[in-house]
């Protein structure tokens, strides 16, 4: 049952991931990255960490695709740019090949020792408050800050000169 | 049983690999300013899920900490990139990310 869940959701991950670098139109890939970023939530929610998930849903399918798809609808033409040189496509693969025979090379070695059982941590809201405000809270105050120049920032950018 | 007998932890591993390739190939491939910048979001949300992952495997919440962190960060280098992203579009009349290929404006 849980691995079915688990199976589904990481196969609807990947397609819908390869379905927003691979479909022409810009509003396709931003709908199925919000696909995306659904199944990633219910991982999440998989994970025991739901007040995560919330936030994952709320910040980015709620405030981030939606500014996206803004941006592309109010932006772009039609005509798609289509995809960059053939030598920098065949990099990317082979960046992306070394990439997974690292992690693989890792697991076989046994230098990554995982964990095999969950240990009982629960990321209720209350819990990860209480890290957050207690341990973190220098940090998350100094993020208000980096939130402040951002709007003053895009007020800048976004003013006709 | 419970499930994370059930579910070994290099499972994630291995997903978030994936996401994170086919994040980093996006960005290679495409030439669509705005796309490269939704691959940038699936890189990012890889490395998000593995430490969401790994604090539940540790039951250590200072994983999920960090995962908030990411998200504000990701929030605020979506809206200063898209915002760079329409004054671009407004002088060049282009998405196309070849077309930045001079430092004078």
Known sequence: ?161 | MTWTQVIPAEWYLILGTALFGIGLIGVLIRRNVVIVLMSIELMLNAINLILVSSSAYHANLSAQVFVFFIMMVAAVEVSVGLAIFTVIYRRKESTDIDALNELKG
Request: proline letters at 2%; hydrophobic letters at 60%; charged letters at 5%.
């Open chain 1, 1 to 161: 049952m849980i691995l079915g869940l688990f199976c589904f959701l990481s196969l609807l991950t990947i397609m819908s991931a390869l379905s927003v670098i691979l479909s022409r139109n810009p509003v396709y890939s931003v709908l199925s990255l919000i696909l995306c970023f659904f199944s990633i939530a219910g991982h999440y929610i998989l994970l025991s960490a739901p007040f995560l998930a919330v936030v994952h849903i709320i910040v980015y399918a709620g405030a981030i695709m939606v500014l996206f798809l803004f941006v592309i609808m109010l932006m772009m033409r039609t005509s798609d740019v289509g995809l960059t040189s053939w030598v920098k496509r065949i990099g990317s693969f082979f960046v992306v090949g070394v990439l997974g025979v690292t992690i693989v090379a890792l697991m076989q070695r046994g230098t990554l020792v995982l964990p095999r059982y969950l240990a009982s941590v629960e990321g209720s809201v209350s819990s990860l408050g209480r890290v957050l405000f207690g341990q973190y809270a220098i940090p998350f105050e100094l993020s208000t800050i980096l939130f402040l120049s951002a709007v003053v920032g895009v007020v800048m950018l976004g003013k006709k000169s």
